[in-house]
C-alpha cells in the first residue's frame, strides 16, 4: 500500500496524527515534548506507520500544524527583536489605540509589546498616504544602525514605515542595507506580511513575525532533517491560520501565519463533516488538552476573520491582546482543556483554567510530577475515563494521585465530598464553554440552539453532550476519529495563500483599471507561492473587498466576482455591499457613499469534493451489547450508578445506545448523558439526539 498522506497536529499537551491510505485511516495520539516538538513528531509518526504497516518511503505527503508560533508568542520565548520605524513613530505599538478594554478598571494592565522600548529604533524617513516621499530614507543612518544592531546582539528586525503599504521603496532599501551587514538576522518587513492601512495592526504583525521567525525556522529545518533521515522522501506542507496549505518556505518566510494552524484544521474538519451529513448550521467544538476552540460554521463553510489576537492578558477579553492582521478562521479560544488547573478563588469560588498542566507536568493522574487538580483528574474521579484503557491503554492514569489533588484543593477546603467536587470542576468548563458560545454566537449575530454541535479533540466527546444541554442543543455529532480531528482536517485542506492590498477607492469614482491591475499583481504573487506545493492544479480564485460607508471607522467584507472589472462594475458592487450591510445590521443607510479600502485575492487548490449526491442507505437499527459495566457518578441522583460501556471499534452502523453510556475508543470517550440516546450512522459517525 502507498501513496499515504499523513496530518501532524502539535498540541499543548498531546502531538495527534492521522494517517490516510486509499480508503483507510489510522492515527496516533502521544504526549508532546515541549523541550523538542519535533521528538514527539517522529514517535508518534513511527507508531502510525507501524500499525498501518508502511514504510517511511510509502509517504506522499505531510501536513503539519504546529502551536510553536502560538506559545513563543503567549510565553515570551521568542528572538531578541527589534523595530525600525519612521522617526517620530517609535512607539505606536505601545500607543495602540488609546482605547481601553476594561473601562472601569483604574489598574488596568495594557499587554507588554514584543519589542521593549530600548530595541526600537527611529530612521529618518517619511511618505505620506498617497505614496509620495516627503523625506528621502537616510541610508547612512541605517548603516550605522546596523552596527548598533550588531553589538546588542539582535536576532530579528522587523521593518514598520509610515505608509509603506502604499510604497514599500523605503522598507526594501532599509532591508537590503541592513541583510548587508547582518546576513545572520531574520529581517521582516511590514509591507510584506501586513499590507494594509493602520500601523499599529501593522507594526505589531511585523513585530510578532519577527519574533517568531528564528525560532520556527530552526524547528522546521530540525524536523525535516528529521524526517529525511527517518527516510521520509514527501512533501511537507505546513497548514496557516486561514485553512489553507502553503509551503516550508513560505512558513519560515511569514511563520505569524501559523499561529492558529491546529485549531483551524480542526473547523475545516468541522466543515467537512458538515457538508457530508448534509448539515447547514453547526456549532464546532475542539477541546484538547489545553484550550477548547468553538467555531460557528454555515453551509460548510467556518467564519473568516483578517484580524486576530494573541496573548490575552485579561481572561481572553477583546482589546487585551496583541493584534495580528493576517487571514485566519475566526473562533473563540479558552482555556478549557483536559489539563487547565482547578482551582478556589478568594470567593472560595471553583475556577478552571486558563492555565494549564500540559504534557509536563500534565494532571495529577498522568503520574509525571504534577499536583494541581485538572479537568482530566475530575473526569477520572467521575468514572468517565477508565484508568487502564486511556489512549489505547498505553498509558496508565492512576486514580489515587487525581483524588488526593482534587480533595486537597477543592474538596476538603470546600467540605465537599470528593465527587461532587470533581462534578463542581465539570460543571464550571462546561459552562465557561457554553457561556463562550453564547457570547461568540451573538457577536456575530447568529442563534446556537438550531445548531448540530460536532465534537472532536481528545476531551470534547466527553463534555459533549454536557455542553448540548447548556445551550439547548438537540443533535450532537462525534465522528470517526474524533480524538485526532485536526490532524484529519488537515487532510481536507486545499493548497492555498490568501494577499490583501490597501487601495482607496470610492465608488462614485471608481477606477476599474487600477482595481484589475491590483489583482493581476496579487494573482501573480500568489500563484507563485501556491504553484510550489499545487503543480500544475487546477486553481480557484476568491475575491473579497472590504468596504464602509465614507466617514466610518471600520469596513465589513464583501464578495465580488473573479474577472476583470469595467466601471459599471461600481453599481454592483454597491449592491453587493448594501447586501452584506443589511445582513449584519438589518438597515443601509441612504444618500452616502461607499468606498472600498482593502482588496482580498484568495488562491487555492480545488476544495474537497462534498457529499455524494446520494446518501448513503440508513442502516437498520440494532440495539448492542455492551462490553461490560462500570460505576460512573450521575449528576442527577448525586451518586455513582453502574452504566453500559461500549468499544466503538465493535459498534456497527445502525446501532442505538440510550444513555446513561460510555462508548469508548483509543484516542477519547463519548459520554452520553441520560437526556439523549446515540446511533452510529452510515459515515461511522457518533450521533447523539435529544430523547423526548
Not at 467555531?295 to 473568516?304: A, E, F, N, S, V
Not at 492555565?355 to 500534565?362: L, R, T, V
Amino acid at each position: 500500500m502507498t501513496q499515504a498522506r499523513l496530518g501532524v497536529d502539535i498540541g499543548g499537551t498531546f502531538t495527534d496524527v492521522a494517517l490516510e491510505a486509499g480508503d483507510r485511516r489510522w492515527s496516533a495520539k502521544v504526549l508532546t515534548t515541549p523541550e523538542a516538538p519535533a521528538r514527539a513528531v517522529m514517535t508518534a509518526i513511527r507508531q502510525v506507520l507501524a500499525a498501518a504497516a508502511l514504510a517511511p518511503g510509502d509517504l506522499a505527503l505531510i501536513i503539519h500544524g504546529t502551536t510553536l508560533a502560538t506559545n513563543a508568542i503567549i510565553e515570551r520565548k521568542g528572538a531578541k527583536t527589534a523595530l525600525v520605524t519612521t522617526e517620530g513613530f517609535r512607539d505606536t505599538i505601545a500607543i495602540r489605540h488609546e482605547n481601553r478594554f476594561e473601562q472601569y478598571d483604574v489598574n488596568i494592565d495594557l499587554p507588554e509589546p514584543l519589542v521593549p522600548r530600548r530595541w526600537r529604533f527611529p530612521v529618518p524617513e517619511r511618505v505620506d498616504a498617497a505614496g509620495r516621499v516627503l523625506v528621502p530614507l537616510d541610508e547612512a543612518a541605517l548603516a550605522r544602525l546596523a552596527d548598533r544592531l550588531a553589538a546588542l546582539g539582535i536576532e530579528a528586525v522587523a521593518i514598520g514605515f509610515l505608509h509603506s503599504f502604499m510604497n514599500p521603496d523605503h522598507e526594501r532599501r532599509a532591508r537590503d542595507i541592513l541583510a548587508a551587514r547582518l546576513p545572520q538576522v531574520a529581517i521582516t518587513l511590514s509591507c510584506e506580511v501586513s499590507p494594509e492601512m493602520r500601523e499599529y495592526e501593522r507594526f505589531s504583525t511585523a513585530c510578532a513575525n519577527a519574533y517568531v521567525q528564528p525560532l520556527v525556522g530552526r524547528y522546521l529545518a530540525d524536523l525535516e532533517r528529521l524526517l529525511a533521515a527517518e527516510g521520509v522522501r514527501c512533501p511537507l506542507l505546513l497548514m496557516t491560520s486561514g485553512g489553507g496549505l502553503t509551503t516550508v518556505e513560505t512558513a519560515i518566510r511569514f511563520p505569524v501565519r501559523l499561529v492558529e494552524s491546529g485549531p483551524a484544521g480542526g473547523a475545516i474538519f468541522a466543515g467537512h463533516i458538515a457538508r457530508q451529513c448534509r448539515l447547514e448550521r453547526v456549532l464546532s467544538y475542539d477541546m484538547g488538552g489545553t484550550t477548547a476552540k468553538i467555531c460557528l460554521i454555515d453551509d460548510g463553510r467556518p467564519q473568516t476573520s483578517r484580524t486576530f489576537e494573541v496573548a490575552r492578558v485579561y481572561r481572553f477579553q477583546k482589546g487585551s491582546g496583541l493584534p495580528l492582521r493576517i487571514p485566519v478562521i475566526e473562533m473563540v479560544e479558552i482555556g478549557a482543556g483536559g489539563g487547565s488547573i482547578a482551582r478556589l478563588d478568594r470567593l472560595k469560588r471553583i475556577t478552571v483554567g486558563p492555565d494549564s498542566a500540559g504534557a509536563e507536568p500534565g494532571p495529577a493522574c498522568y503520574g509525571r510530577g504534577g499536583t494541581q487538580p485538572t479537568v482530566t483528574d475530575a473526569d477520572l474521579v467521575l468514572g468517565r475515563i477508565d484508568p487502564a484503557r486511556f489512549s489505547g491503554g498505553r498509558m496508565a492514569l492512576d486514580p489515587a494521585a487525581a483524588a488526593a489533588a482534587i480533595a486537597g484543593a477543592v474538596a476538603e477546603p470546600l467540605g465537599l465530598a470528593l465527587e461532587l467536587a470533581a462534578l463542581g470542576i465539570s460543571e464550571i468548563v462546561d459552562e465557561n464553554m457554553a457561556n463562550a458560545a453564547r457570547v461568540h454566537a451573538i457577536e456575530s449575530g447568529k442563534e446556537v440552539r438550531a445548531r448540530t454541535l460536532i465534537a472532536f479533540g481528545g476531551a470534547a466527546p466527553l463534555h459533549a453532550a454536557r455542553l448540548a444541554e447548556k445551550l439547548g442543543i438537540a443533535q450532537v455529532v462525534v465522528p470517526a476519529d474524533a480524538g485526532v480531528g485536526s490532524a484529519v482536517g488537515f487532510l481536507r485542506a486545499p493548497i492555498a495563500y490568501e494577499i490583501v492590498r490597501s487601495h482607496l477607492q470610492r465608488l462614485d469614482a471608481f477606477d476599474a483599471a487600477a482595481v484589475n491591475a491590483l489583482y493581476a499583481a496579487m494573482r501573480a504573487e500568489a500563484e507563485a507561492v501556491v504553484r510550489r506545493g499545487a503543480g500544475a492544479a487546477a486553481l480557484v480564485e476568491t475575491r473579497t473587498a472590504f468596504m464602509r460607508y465614507r466617514g466610518q471607522g471600520h469596513e465589513i467584507a464583501v464578495p465580488l466576482p473573479a474577472r476583470p472589472y469595467a466601471a459599471s462594475d461600481a453599481g454592483l458592487f454597491r449592491t453587493a455591499f448594501e447586501e452584506a450591510y443589511r445582513r449584519l445590521y438589518s438597515r443601509v443607510i441612504p444618500g452616502v457613499e461607499v468606498e472600498a479600502l482593502s482588496w482580498v485575492l484568495l488562491l487555492s487548490t480545488p476544495p474537497p469534493a462534498a457529499a455524494a449526491a446520494e446518501a448513503p442507505p440508513q442502516p437498520a437499527p440494532y440495539r448492542p451489547a455492551p462490553a461490560r459495566r462500570r460505576a460512573v457518578f450521575d449528576r442527577d441522583s448525586g451518586a455513582f450508578a453502574e452504566v453500559a460501556v461500549y468499544e466503538r471499534r465493535e459498534l456497527a452502523p445502525g446501532a442505538r445506545i440510550a444513555g446513561p453510556a460510555v462508548i469508548v475508543e483509543d484516542e477519547t470517550a463519548t459520554v452520553v448523558t441520560r437526556a439523549f440516546e446515540a446511533s452510529l450512522d452510515a459515515f461511522g459517525s457518533l450521533v447523539l439526539r435529544r430523547r423526548a
